[in-house]
């Protein structure tokens, strides 16, 4: 197995993602390396392991039971809700910054989008 990188196109493998796993540039994930068809290698993508951080700022509502984060980023499109207990001293209006609790769920269009205040 070789390691270190290369631009070179005869040295690239290529990735097969037959889950449909929505991956993000930075986050690591598991593979299993296979020969393809053509007799070529082949990395298959098992599983995401970690998925990279996403930090945005946004303005802040409170609801008494459960805060929103309007985001005026241009990676979360979305609104995102945050816990009582994570509002970080926030109040309603404030422009607050956050970290998303499961970044992967960003490229899930029917997941709830939940974070942490870190303001």
């Known amino acids: 197995m070789k390691t270190g990188s290369s631009d070179k196109f005869e040295d690239m493998i290529k990735i097969s993602n037959p889950k ?5 540039v930075g986050d690591s994930v ?4 296979m020969m393809s068809e053509d007799n070529e290698q082949l990395a298959k993508i098992v599983s995401i392991l970690n998925a990279k951080d ?3 700022s946004g303005k802040f509502e409170d609801h008494r039971k459960y805060g929103v984060i ?5 990676e ?9 207990k994570n509002y970080g001293g ?5 422009k607050v910054f956050a970290r998303l609790d499961n970044p992967s769920d960003l490229t899930d269009e029917n997941a709830e989008l939940t974070a942490k205040i870190e303001k």
Request: charged residues 40%; hydrophobic residues 30%; glycine residues 6%.
């Open 20 to 24: 449909g796993f929505k991956l993000r």
């Open 30 to 33: 598991e593979y299993k390396l």
């Open 54 to 56: 996403v930090k945005f």
């Open 70 to 74: 309007t985001p005026d980023s241009r």
């Open 76 to 84: 979360v499109r979305r609104d995102v809700y945050v816990m009582p």
């Open 90 to 94: 926030a109040k309603h209006g404030d």
